[in-house]
């Protein structure tokens, strides 16, 4: 069957490095699964549908924070990563959602046509300090501001961010903003489980055995998926 793993945590503390990890660790697992021979994987994305990241930017003058369903190219841009999954979802895909995806809402939403297509689904959290997601979001501005500056200014010094990564950084006020209206899984909750969560020093050896459990859980043999109702 299929299954869908929506990835959730805040602004640029590593979801996409993560899914990206995932990605290979399931494409592994179906190669190395005769049952799972048939599969298909897919990783659908902000940037694989080539959402910028400030559909995300609630102006603060226009819009009070709480109404945030009130941002109408937030609204669009889950509209196309809802029918991306939409899409994809048939009898035998793995599904990895790599996104902000902070709303308790659209995660049940989510849940919700997972259900439909009888697809379980699971949220894979990525757990960063708020102190080091600023400071990557940050470093990509900083590494913005160089790239827009005339050459001769190219200094590196303390750059953490690898030469490889081109990702557009967010605007400080849509960054802050989002934090604030992040809001966390709950595992207590039917579309919140099972949960699964990994935070940035997590090595390679524990994100496997992360890996493994999430794999156990979703696809493994015997084990009927766990679903609590509450
Ligand atoms: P997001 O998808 O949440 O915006 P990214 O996955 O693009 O975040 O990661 C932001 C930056 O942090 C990237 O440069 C990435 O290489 C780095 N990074 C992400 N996770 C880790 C980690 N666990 N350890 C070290 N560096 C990381």
Redesign the pocket.
């Known amino acids: 069957g299929s299954q869908l793993i929506v990835v959730t945590?805040?602004?640029?503390?590593?979801?996409?490095?993560?899914?990206k990890q995932l990605c290979e660790y399931v494409s592994q697992r179906i190669a190395d699964s005769p049952k799972h021979q048939n599969h298909r994987l897919h990783l659908i994305s902000d940037d694989s549908l080539s959402i910028d990241r400030s559909v995300y930017h609630l102006s603060p003058e226009a819009v009070p924070a709480h109404t945030r369903s009130a941002n109408a190219s937030e609204k669009d841009a889950r509209a196309a990563l809802y029918a991306a999954v939409k899409r994809v979802l048939s009898d035998n895909d793995f599904v990895i959602l790599?996104g902000l995806n902070y709303i308790k809402g659209w995660r049940y939403q989510l849940h919700c046509e997972a259900k439909a297509m009888r697809t379980p689904n699971c949220i894979l959290q990525?757990g960063c300090s708020v102190d080091r997601?600023r400071a990557?979001n940050e470093e990509r501005l900083r590494k913005r501001r160089r790239q827009q500056e005339p050459s001769g200014a190219d200094t590196r010094e303390g750059d953490v961010?690898?030469e490889g990564?081109a990702?557009e950084p967010y605007e400080p006020a849509n960054w802050d903003n989002l934090v604030f209206r992040y809001e966390e899984p709950n595992p207590m909750t039917r579309w919140d489980s099972p949960l699964f969560t990994l935070i940035?020093?997590?090595d390679q050896d524990q994100t496997r055995k992360t890996f493994d459990s999430l794999w156990d859980v979703m696809a493994g043999d015997g084990k009927p998926v766990v679903r609590p109702n509450q």
Not at 9 to 16: A, D, E, F, R, Y
Request: a negative charge; hydrophobic letters at 30%.
């Open positions: 945590g805040l602004p640029t503390s590593g979801k996409s490095t993560r899914a790599d990525i997601a990557v961010i690898p990564d990702t940035w020093d997590d």
